[in-house]
């Protein structure tokens, strides 16, 4: 008999793991018969074998918990992100291939302890909001399946919704990571462009497209993005982003549009929540301010009225010009259109654009964030296959213009509406705010919502956020090999809750040396007038777990003062000076990872 299992958010089950009430194969089990029960046959197009879940976490239970941030927790992966093994069919079956390699995103997850439980559907080509464009059929609503569920990313969000897996990756270019949150009662992070690594995603638009993640609470997306964000030199539109610290503020300037220029097609309700979760925000401490929403909507028209339509007629054109029926004729239609753009179109949309956020530049020095509907209003599936464009068009209404405006975005949960469905808006604010929007919108979630996802669990019993992100008294720790960010050792500091903070390096002062008789392998720091500025990785560790971390240090190595290059000093990891003679200096290597590559 399987275990009863908790709460699939994070803490529920980390709880569990550490009580010892439940194991990986305790979890597996339950889950397993809980997917055999699902009664959506649309949600999945391909799961891993019940043999190989239970070989997994058999594995993980006898590897333990400890280094492992994500132990023992069940996800899911949308079906344009590549898993080694699995087909890639991003919804076209005479599209499918079988990758040998994992996606970096995916494979950080798995290195950290996350159990995949397969992947799912979405509209064809990650083209439509709705979920219903796939020919593995539509994915019907967790909450009511007359309705839609939202897209591209439908099948990620409805199995989150419905208590298959904890947390879920989806992709996001004009709205796929934040409405199947909205109609899932969950928490959309749609993350700052190239802060989560996109080589092994098929693209949509290739230099707009995000890894996003789908969660039950901020909490949980938080943790999620501490695993799969880091810089990736093999990904061309991959970014080095500095992370603001996540505290906003007692009080707070936000942004919402005129009147006037609010959306909601006729859906009186949805004005009505609106107006709910703005009062809601000043509650919080917040003060809106009415803007000027005409730069974002015609941002938002330059996706598929403009040359942008381009990148993603260049992924699929050779299957239009070889089997155009192997397309959905709506998905055709869309991706054909932008076979007509010229390059000289493309620069005229890039100048426009340039503009429109040289143009709001302003808007952000005098508010925190932006918030809006996540959607205007919501549709049966009936509706939505009746007119799937004209819908579809006004589903992107608030979502079609971040990407490329490059803000980063939290979509949230904020009541309900009269049908029963669940409410959502969303918050968003330049690249790089990415924590502060989760800190806010978590504080949002926990004042107008009361469940998780589509079951009756209650989200007042789970952790808060804001606990963790603005009050903590936090160390900044500077790390400089196997500890930083996707390397072996990373995961004992975000299993205690360490956030990155910044990359740099360490003032010119300072030589690496490669130490004998560590496995994993592990660098010496040893200041040196003669050294060189060496790449290091500065982490924010909670205070409350600092005498954890420290024993754990092993000698020759300590926690010393590590001076900066812009001259602040910093905890950190040294060495010992003994350590070092005879050992392999590797300073002109300028760092752990260069050395690495290098062997």
């Given at each position: 008999?399987?275990?009863?299992?908790?709460?699939?958010?994070l803490a529920?089950?980390?709880?569990?793991y550490r009580?010892?009430?439940?194991?990986?194969?305790?979890l597996?089990e339950a889950?397993?018969?809980?997917l055999?029960?699902?009664?959506d046959?649309a949600?999945?197009?391909?799961?891993?074998g019940?043999?190989?879940?239970?070989a997994?976490a058999?594995?993980l239970?006898?590897?333990?918990?400890?280094?492992?941030?994500?132990f023992?927790?069940?996800?899911?992966?949308k079906d344009?992100?590549?898993?080694?093994?699995?087909p890639?069919?991003?919804?076209c079956?005479?599209?499918?291939y079988?990758p040998d390699?994992?996606?970096?995103?995916?494979q950080r997850?798995?290195?950290?302890?996350a159990i995949?439980?397969g992947?799912?559907?979405?509209?064809?080509?990650?083209?439509?909001?709705?979920?219903t464009?796939s020919?593995?059929?539509?994915?019907?609503?967790?909450?009511?399946?007359?309705?839609?569920?939202g897209?591209s990313s439908?099948?990620?969000a409805?199995?989150?919704?419905k208590?298959l897996?904890s947390?879920a990756l989806?992709?996001?270019?004009a709205?796929s990571?934040?409405?199947?949150?909205?109609?899932?009662n969950?928490?959309?992070?749609?993350p700052?462009?190239g802060l989560?690594?996109t080589r092994?995603?098929?693209?949509?638009?290739?230099?707009?497209?995000?890894?996003?993640?789908?969660?039950?609470t901020?909490?949980?997306a938080?943790a999620v993005?501490?695993?799969?964000a880091?810089f990736?030199?093999d990904?061309?539109?991959s970014?080095d982003l500095?992370?603001?610290?996540a505290a906003?503020?007692?009080?707070f300037?936000?942004?919402?549009?005129?009147?006037?220029q609010?959306?909601?097609f006729?859906d009186?309700?949805?004005?009505?929540a609106?107006?709910?979760?703005?009062?809601a925000?000043?509650?919080?401490?917040?003060e809106?301010?009415?803007?000027?929403y005409?730069?974002?909507?015609?941002?938002?028209?330059?996706?598929?009225d403009?040359?942008?339509l381009a990148?993603?007629?260049?992924?699929?054109?050779?299957?239009l010009?070889?089997r155009?029926e192997?397309?959905?004729?709506?998905?055709?239609?869309?991706?054909?259109?932008?076979s007509?753009?010229?390059a000289a179109?493309?620069?005229?949309?890039q100048?426009r654009?340039r503009?429109?956020?040289q143009?709001?530049?302003?808007?952000?020095e005098?508010i925190?964030?932006l918030?809006?509907?996540?959607?205007?209003?919501?549709?049966?599936?009936?509706?939505?296959?009746a007119?799937?464009?004209g819908?579809?068009d006004?589903?992107?209404?608030?979502?079609?213009h971040?990407n490329?405006?490059?803000?980063?975005a939290?979509?949230?949960?904020?009541?309900?509406?009269p049908?029963?469905?669940?409410y959502?808006?969303?918050?968003?604010?330049?690249?790089?705010h990415?924590a502060?929007?989760?800190?806010?919108?978590d504080r949002?979630?926990?004042?107008?919502?009361?469940?998780?996802?589509?079951?009756?669990?209650?989200?007042a019993e789970?952790?808060?956020?804001?606990e963790r992100?603005?009050?903590a008294?936090?160390l900044?720790?500077a790390?400089c090999?196997?500890h930083?960010?996707?390397?072996p050792l990373?995961g004992e500091?975000?299993?205690l809750?360490?956030?990155?903070?910044?990359r740099?390096h360490?003032?010119?002062?300072?030589c690496?040396?490669?130490l004998?008789?560590f496995?994993p392998p592990?660098p010496?720091?040893?200041?040196?007038?003669?050294?060189?500025?060496?790449?290091?990785?500065?982490?924010?560790?909670?205070?409350?777990?600092?005498?954890?971390?420290?024993?754990?240090v092993?000698a020759?190595?300590?926690i010393?003062?590590?001076e900066?290059?812009?001259?602040?000093?910093v905890?950190?990891?040294?060495?010992?000076?003994h350590a070092?003679?005879g050992?392999?200096d590797?300073?002109?290597?300028?760092?752990?990872r260069?050395?690495?590559a290098?062997?």
């Open positions: 008999m399987s275990p009863v299992i908790p709460g699939l958010d529920s089950l980390s709880r569990g009580d010892g009430v439940l194991t990986p194969v305790g597996v889950l397993i018969a809980r055999e029960a699902e009664s046959p949600i999945w197009i391909s799961r891993i019940s043999d190989a879940l239970r997994t058999a594995a239970t006898a590897r333990g918990a400890n280094g492992l941030p994500l023992g927790i069940p996800f899911a992966v344009n992100i590549d898993v080694a093994g699995l890639t069919t991003a919804a079956p005479d599209f499918a079988v390699v994992t996606a970096p995103a995916v997850l798995l290195d950290a302890g995949l439980i992947k799912t559907n979405l509209d064809q080509f990650a083209t439509g909001l709705t979920g464009r020919p593995y059929g539509a994915v019907a609503n967790a909450f009511d399946p007359a309705y839609i569920s897209g439908s099948g990620s409805v199995a989150v919704a208590g897996v947390f989806g992709t996001d270019t709205g990571g934040r409405v199947p949150a909205a109609l899932g969950l928490v959309g992070l749609k700052s462009r989560v690594s092994g995603v098929l693209p949509a638009c290739r230099s707009l497209d995000c890894v996003s993640v789908f969660a039950l901020c909490a949980d938080q993005l501490d695993v799969v880091g990736d030199g990904d061309p539109f970014r500095a992370i603001t610290p906003i503020g007692a009080v300037r936000f942004g919402v549009p005129r009147p006037a609010r959306e909601f006729g009186a309700a949805s004005a009505a609106f107006e709910y979760a703005v009062t925000l000043e509650a919080l401490g917040g809106a301010v009415e803007v000027d005409t730069p974002f909507r015609e941002a938002a028209r330059l996706l598929y403009g040359p942008w990148e993603r007629h260049l992924v699929i054109r050779d299957l010009r070889s155009p192997a397309v959905l004729p709506v998905v055709r239609q869309i991706i054909e259109a932008g007509r753009f010229s179109d493309a620069f005229t949309g100048y654009l503009a429109l956020r143009a709001l530049r302003p808007l952000w005098d925190d964030l918030v809006t509907p996540t959607i205007g209003t919501v549709y049966t599936r009936a509706e939505a296959l007119d799937p464009v819908l579809n006004r589903l992107g209404y608030y979502t079609n971040l490329l405006l490059d803000l980063c939290v979509a949230v949960p904020c009541g309900g509406l049908i029963g469905l669940p959502g808006i969303t918050l968003q604010a330049p690249a790089g990415d502060r929007l989760l800190a806010l919108a949002l979630h926990r004042a107008t919502s009361t469940r998780l996802g589509a079951s009756n669990l209650p989200l789970t952790p808060a956020l804001t992100s603005a009050g008294a936090m900044a720790l790390v090999g196997g930083m960010q996707g390397l990373n500091l975000t299993a809750g360490a956030r990155l903070q910044q740099t360490t003032a010119s002062a300072y690496l040396f490669a004998d008789g496995q592990r010496g720091l040893v200041r040196d007038a003669s050294g060189s500025p060496i790449e290091i990785e500065v982490w924010e560790l909670p205070m409350a777990q600092v005498g954890a971390f420290l024993a754990g092993p020759p190595l300590a010393g003062s590590v900066l290059a812009d001259g602040r000093w905890k950190g990891f040294v060495c010992e000076g070092v003679a050992a392999h590797i300073t002109r290597f300028g760092g752990w260069a050395w690495l290098s062997r």
